[in-house]
C-alpha cells in the first residue's frame, strides 16, 4: 500500500503562484509514475502532470506545459507541482495520485493509489 498526503492548497489571485506538495509513504519504492490530476466543480478528473519515480522525464497536460513544473525528491518521498501565472479556470481540487501498474499515464483509471485532494482557488 501506497499513502499519499497533499499540502499547499489555498486561495490566491490571479497571475499568482502556488507550490502543492504530496508525500508518499509505505511501498514508495514500488511506484512507476506519479502525477497531479485536478478536478473542478462538474468536471471530469483531469490530468496535469506526471513524472517518472525512478526517472528525470516528466510529462505535461499540453495547455499547462510552461506554467506548471512537476519535480520530486526521492530522499524524501515528495513530488512537487510548482503553479504560476494562475488563472481561475485553474481552480479545482488537485490530486496526488501514483501507480506501479504503468508507466507515462495519463488516464485517472491507470492510477491505483489517491491522496485526499487539495483545494486551490484562483480569485481575487
Known amino acids: 500500500q501506497v499513502q499519499l498526503v497533499e499540502s499547499g492548497g489555498g486561495l490566491v489571485q490571479p497571475g499568482g503562484s502556488l507550490r502543492l506538495s504530496c508525500a508518499a509513504s509505505g511501498r514508495a519504492f514500488g511506484i512507476n509514475d506519479m502525477a497531479w490530476f485536478r478536478q473542478a466543480p462538474g468536471k471530469e478528473r483531469e490530468f496535469v502532470a506526471a513524472?517518472?519515480?525512478?526517472?528525470?522525464?516528466?510529462y505535461y497536460a499540453d495547455s499547462l506545459k510552461g506554467r506548471f513544473t512537476i519535480s520530486k525528491d526521492n530522499a524524501k518521498n515528495i513530488v512537487y507541482l510548482q503553479m504560476i501565472g494562475l488563472k481561475p479556470e485553474d481552480t479545482a481540487v488537485y490530486y496526488c495520485?501514483?501507480?506501479?501498474?504503468?508507466?507515462?499515464?495519463?488516464?485517472?483509471?491507470?492510477?491505483?493509489?489517491w491522496g485526499q485532494g487539495t483545494q486551490v482557488t484562483v480569485s481575487s
Open positions: 495520485a501514483a501507480t506501479n501498474r504503468y508507466r507515462y499515464a495519463r488516464l485517472p483509471a491507470l492510477y491505483n493509489y
Open positions: 513524472i517518472p519515480w525512478s526517472g528525470t522525464s516528466p
